[in-house]
């Protein structure tokens, strides 16, 4: 009897791990047709770096035309489902602001991102710009101002907070 319960717990925790260690769903690259998730755009029409996030049960991701909208999006409670990945433009390898790519996405937990940098985003806002490495982050912050923070510590008020349309922002070259 214990030997059938011990197998039993084995088995148990054996599924449980490889059910941990299921790897997120892949990127999907960005199309014409891909839509921001909040303004219903087409985000390509619009430069600066974006953002996708997979969700469980959804056949496929939904797109952000801004960071700043991803962001926003993963600190609000309001939610469809269980996030399954989510990755960010790597601007350290983007052609340019107004080319962000089309595949170099970049898990948004690995990324380096600028907050506080008065650039404009693709849709007319702040942005906070994601980067695969430090030293891009550093180089951006050099020519741009802002800081350099992981993601888990991009304060609420960069994402969430009220946008001055007043304020004065940059376009990067």
């Known amino acids: 009897m214990r030997f059938v319960l011990l197998a039993l717990v ?8 490889e059910e941990e260690a299921k790897a997120p769903p892949p990127p999907v690259d960005m199309t014409a047709e891909a839509l921001s998730f909040f303004c219903q755009m087409n985000i390509s029409d619009h430069g600066g770096p974006k953002a996708q996030i997979h969700l469980e049960g959804y056949p496929a991701p939904i797109f952000f035309a801004q960071v700043r909208d991803m ?18 433009s790597d601007m350290s390898v983007a052609a340019s ?3 962000p790519g089309t595949s170099n996405w970049i ?3 690995g990324a380096q991102y600028v ?9 007319g806002a702040p942005e906070i710009v994601p980067f695969g490495n ?24 960069a994402a ?14």
């Open 134 to 157: 430090y030293e891009g982050a550093e180089a951006f912050t050099t020519k741009y101002g802002g800081q350099v923070l992981p993601m888990s510590e991009i304060p609420d008020d």
């Open 71 to 88: 962001v926003a999006y993963l600190k609000s409670p309001e939610r469809d489902a269980k996030i399954l990945a989510v990755y960010v």
């Open 97 to 99: 602001w107004e080319e």
């Open 10 to 17: 084995t088995l148990t925790l054996t599924a449980c791990q």
């Open 107 to 109: 898990l948004a937990d």
């Open 115 to 123: 907050v506080g940098a008065p650039v404009r985003g693709g849709m």
């Open 160 to 173: 969430l907070g009220a946008v001055n349309l007043a304020q004065v922002l940059e376009t990067p070259s």
